[in-house]
């Protein structure tokens, strides 16, 4: 079996899995989330089929590394006394962006399947995969949510 070096499945589907997880997990834990899910990869890609959808199953990998950090965050303390610095450095590349800052407001199941479908460039029924679900519930979450992505940002 050949299988392309892993820095070529990186340079090939690491700007997909970035998207996948600012829309999921947001712009802050987004870089975790993309590193978890690489180094995951990592040790599970030699036993990776060679007929495999290696996108479907990295941005599947990102949904499961995505749920065990938004887990660890509801175990962390928050400190709340110190009013936190504001550097130059803008941490949240996205913020200006109007796109997702409307994705943002959508429903989780609507976000979760137009991250997954329209980012991540998944088939429904890997998405009603992820999600939990039937195909045509994925579909219709995704269509949903565009449809509401399109009011907002024609709204704003």
């Given at each position: 079996m050949v299988v392309a070096p892993f820095e070529q499945v990186v340079a090939r589907h690491g700007a997909t899995v970035l998207r996948?997880?600012?829309a999921v997990v947001g712009p802050v834990d987004a870089e975790d989330a993309w590193s978890e899910t690489f180094l995951a990869a990592l040790r599970?890609?030699?036993e990776l089929d060679e007929g495999a959808n290696t996108e479907a199953w990295?941005?599947?990998i990102a949904h499961r590394k995505a749920i065990d950090l938004y887990r660890a965050g509801t175990r962390r303390a928050v400190p709340t006394d110190?009013?936190?610095e504001h550097g130059v450095l803008d941490r949240?590349?996205?913020a200006h962006d109007p796109v997702y800052a409307a994705l943002r407001t959508l429903p989780d199941k609507q976000r979760?399947?137009?991250a997954y479908h329209h980012l991540g460039g998944l088939s429904h029924r890997e998405v009603a995969q992820i999600l939990g679900g039937t195909e045509a519930a994925a579909r219709r979450a995704s269509a949903d949510g565009v449809k509401n992505l399109?009011?907002?940002l024609e709204a704003s």
């Open positions: 996948v997880c600012r599970a890609y030699p990295l941005v599947t110190e009013v936190p949240d590349p996205t979760l399947a137009v399109r009011t907002r």
